[in-house]
């Protein structure tokens, strides 16, 4: 059956645009965004995806308040969704102009998270490297992405209280990824089972300066070799200048004693020529993404699994609670980000994860923690 996308001139397989062109159950199509003061006192990171070969739509709202994470999840048919105009519940997306300015909205007051937000891009979408990653045998991740840095317009309501967005105090990042990645309900491990994956070590930094914008990616084995490097740095689009590529980045992820929770990161650039650029990162506060957002480790909901049509659903998770404390460590957690840059003061996302083995941060095993 043809689908409405299809009156437009975007096919690039012979199939409906109701289909993709890999038969892979673990296609997906996702929209991140994450919004913060410059206190980091509350952190909203939310998204929407589509799983087409589950035939799955979902969205998420997570909002760190204190030491409590409050979360709005929702999930439906993908069939009753306009993918131009997506929606799931109380969610939906609106691409008031492309690739500058996005309005989300969630009327999920009656679990705790409401909202009704515009985003205006500061800087040009950026296209990242291609993102592929195996495991033993089998593509685990094969994606691409685009990424940019902006503010944010409107209100956001967390449990009753409303607090006003304004653009001059607002910031954010968000990012728009296709491709393959692990969704939907567990796959029976198989082969994999006998050769489980000895670590996982991820760094991914946007940063929104008064002029530029920098925004560095490292994926790493557990011996230390990159699966993905990248360090960018954008400048406004009115320069006409391409973003600038800046070398190999240097990491130095500062862990807080006795954890793997990062407290900050020196990451060294370098400019063509070698001058070397130190970017400072701190951490004002963070959105454990395990705990009610969906992603890898949730126990109580992942993208893509499917509900049934319609189904909504609130979660609230305290992170002093030794069940929540205890799952933190073991997945991707998203941080505000302050940032210090050749004198110039940045914020964004501190996005990191540190599991298993890691050669050069001195991880043997999933036990181990900074001394």
């Known amino acids: 059956m043809p689908h409405p996308l299809d009156e437009y001139p975007l096919h690039q397989v012979p199939l409906s645009m109701a289909h993709v062109a890999s038969s892979d159950r673990n296609a997906y199509d996702r929209c991140y965004f994450n919004a913060h003061d410059r206190t980091g006192e509350l952190f909203l990171v939310t998204g929407l995806g589509v799983y087409p070969n589950l035939g799955v739509v979902d969205a998420f709202a997570t909002v760190r308040t204190g030491d409590r994470q409050v979360s709005v999840r929702t999930s439906g048919d993908l069939d009753r969704c306009d993918r131009l105009a997506p929606s799931v519940g109380p969610y939906r997306v609106e691409v008031v102009e492309p690739l500058e300015r996005i309005r989300i909205v969630c009327d999920g007051d009656d679990l705790g998270v409401g909202f009704d937000l515009t985003w205006t891009g500061s800087f040009p979408a950026v296209e990242e490297a291609p993102h592929v990653w195996r495991s033993?045998?089998?593509?685990?991740?094969?994606?691409?992405?685009?990424?940019?840095?902006?503010?944010?317009?409107?209100?956001?309501?967390?449990?009753?209280?409303?607090?006003?967005?304004?653009?001059?105090?607002?910031?954010?990042?968000?990012?728009?990824?296709?491709?393959?990645?692990?969704?939907?309900?567990?796959?029976?491990?198989?082969?994999?089972?006998?050769?489980?994956?000895?670590?996982?070590?991820?760094?991914?930094?946007?940063?929104?300066?008064?002029?530029?914008?920098?925004?560095?990616?490292v994926q790493e084995d557990p011996d230390g070799h990159r699966v993905l490097n990248e360090a960018t740095r954008v400048w406004p689009a009115a320069t006409g200048r391409r973003p600038e590529q800046l070398g190999w980045p240097e990491v130095d992820v500062h862990y807080q004693s006795g954890t793997r929770i990062p407290t900050g990161a020196t990451i060294v650039l370098r400019e063509r020529g070698g001058r070397p650029l130190e970017l400072e990162v701190e951490s004002l506060g963070y959105v454990a993404l395990n705990a009610g957002s969906g992603y890898g480790g949730d126990p109580s909901w992942s993208h893509g699994t499917w509900k049934g049509e319609g189904w909504v659903d609130g979660a609230v998770h305290d992170l002093h609670d030794p069940a929540v404390s205890g799952m933190v460590p073991f997945g991707v957690i998203d941080h505000v980000g302050r940032a210090t840059l050749d004198g110039a003061e940045g914020w964004g996302l501190f996005e990191h994860a540190s599991m298993g083995r890691h050669d050069p941060s001195g991880f043997v095993d999933y036990s181990s923690v900074a001394p």
């Open 136 to 217: 033993g045998p089998r593509i685990t991740l094969d994606a691409q992405r685009f990424a940019q840095v902006g503010t944010w317009e409107g209100s956001l309501r967390v449990e009753g209280t409303e607090i006003a967005v304004t653009p001059d105090r607002w910031l954010g990042t968000r990012d728009r990824s296709w491709g393959i990645r692990p969704t939907g309900e567990p796959e029976p491990a198989g082969r994999s089972a006998d050769s489980p994956v000895e670590g996982f070590w991820w760094l991914y930094v946007p940063l929104r300066f008064d002029d530029f914008a920098v925004i560095v990616i």
